[in-house]
């Protein structure tokens, strides 16, 4: 098991990516904290990963309020005494033309991913200072955060913006052996993208962008965020790790 008793903080871990990535790391020793908002999709996450023989913990939590993210990652410390891995997870998406968004539709985008992935990551990074011990952090950003897709211009840069966080991150905290790595998910099948998928005209449409022809699974990024959590990325940090079954690369 390649995260025996290591100990994780996942963000947004009720659902899509984020529960994808809680089971994976259960299965592989770690006992995971998920944290969300809704407390029924966490509770039955929490259930499948307790029947998988995992260890895990519920925190109902909202990333946009400093308090909450002090409660929750005091939680954490109180169940298992220290937090090894933080992925960064959670994160919304509300389309919009650029020249339509509102000041509160902008303010709320920065707000729950880019200020959210800021509160989170110093709580963390002070206790695994504390700890001396290192960790991995695993900042979720996507492909539109190093490409400009319309009408995500609020997205785009909270994507953007959290790229550069991890590098300034990794720059930092290096010294105590603290990794920060960014993952940059492309089209994955999840409720975000649930909308685009139940159109057959316009996912066949869309698909067309994917040199893989498929669209990606939420195992496909927990299998690169255990690859960023483990000690095979030992020598990885402030890296942009792009998943997207070759999207970027194509130019039309
Ligand atoms: N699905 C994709 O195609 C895709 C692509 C690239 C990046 N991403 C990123 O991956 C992450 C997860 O996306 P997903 O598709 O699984 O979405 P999802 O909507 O299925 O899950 C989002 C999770 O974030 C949590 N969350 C939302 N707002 C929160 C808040 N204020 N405080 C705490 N938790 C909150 C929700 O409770 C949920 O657990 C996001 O950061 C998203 O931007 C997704």
């Known amino acids: 098991m390649r995260l025996n008793n290591k100990v994780a903080l996942i963000t947004g871990g009720s659902q899509g990516i984020g529960r994808a990535i809680?089971?994976?790391?259960?299965?592989?020793?770690?006992?995971?904290?998920?944290?969300?908002?809704?407390?029924?999709?966490l509770n039955e996450t929490a259930a499948f990963i307790t029947a998988q023989g995992g260890q895990v913990l519920v925190i109902e939590g909202d990333v946009q309020y400093k308090e909450q993210v002090e409660q929750m990652v005091?939680?954490?410390?109180?169940?298992?005494?220290?937090?090894?891995?933080?992925?960064?997870?959670?994160?919304?998406?509300?389309?919009?033309?650029?020249?339509?968004?509102?000041?509160?539709?902008?303010?709320?985008?920065m707000n729950i991913n880019l200020k959210g992935t800021f509160l989170v990551s110093q709580r963390v990074s002070l206790e695994m200072v504390k700890q001396k011990q290192g960790g991995s952090i695993i900042q979720m950003s996507s492909v539109n955060?190093?490409?400009?897709?319309?009408?995500?211009?609020?997205y785009n840069a909270t994507k953007g913006g959290i790229n550069l966080l991890a590098m300034s991150m990794a720059l930092e905290?290096?010294?105590?052996?603290?990794?920060?790595?960014a993952l940059c998910?492309?089209?994955?099948e999840t409720r975000l993208t649930k909308p685009l998928i139940d159109n057959p005209p316009a996912i066949a449409?869309?698909?067309?962008?994917?040199?893989?022809?498929?669209?990606?699974?939420?195992?496909?990024?927990?299998a690169a965020a255990l690859f960023m959590a483990s000690d095979d990325s030992s020598y990885m940090t402030g890296h942009c790790m792009v998943v997207d079954g070759g999207q970027l690369i194509k130019l039309a």
């Open 74 to 109: 005091d939680r954490v410390i109180s169940q298992w005494g220290r937090i090894d891995i933080l992925v960064n997870n959670a994160g919304v998406n509300h389309p919009a033309a650029f020249l339509e968004i509102t000041v509160e539709d902008w303010d709320w985008h």
């Open 22 to 41: 809680a089971v994976r790391f259960a299965s592989e020793g770690a006992m995971v904290a998920i944290s969300g908002r809704g407390i029924e999709a």
């Open 185 to 188: 998910p492309g089209f994955i």
């Open 145 to 154: 955060g190093l490409a400009a897709e319309a009408d995500q211009a609020h």
């Open 205 to 222: 449409n869309y698909l067309k962008t994917i040199p893989m022809k498929r669209v990606g699974q939420p195992e496909d990024i927990a």
């Open 173 to 181: 905290l290096a010294p105590y052996d603290i990794r920060v790595n």
